[in-house]
């Protein structure tokens, strides 16, 4: 239960360890908001059929948005093809807009 738990909510574990800490926090925030809401929205509707299958439908929904958002994530990782900048010239000369300091 523990690394299940790691899996999904540790940044550091879990698919979204392939972006740069800023855009790990990011999606790691909206996910988080998008959750407490699902949740919220669902437990304020137990009352009612049409309202309990809404919240089924935004559950399922919520499931969904974090697997695309774990899978693109992945195939970041995966496919993170290496820049001009991750192989500096043998001489040690700037290339393009590294002179301006980017």
């Not at 699902?38 to 309990?52: D, H, R, V």
Request: proline share 4%.
């Amino acid at each position: 239960m523990y690394q299940v738990y790691r899996n999904i909510m540790d940044s550091r574990h879990n698919p979204l360890s392939a972006l740069p800490p800023a855009q790990r926090l990011q999606a790691m925030l909206i996910l988080s908001v998008m959750w407490s809401t699902i949740f919220c929205l669902t437990s304020a509707s137990w009352l009612w059929y049409g309202e309990l299958v809404v919240g089924h439908v935004l559950v399922i929904l919520g499931i969904a948005i974090t697997a695309m958002t774990f899978r693109a994530a992945a195939e970041k990782k995966q496919n993170s093809a290496a820049t001009y900048r991750d192989h500096p010239r043998s001489d040690g000369t700037s290339r393009y807009d590294d002179v301006w300091g980017g």
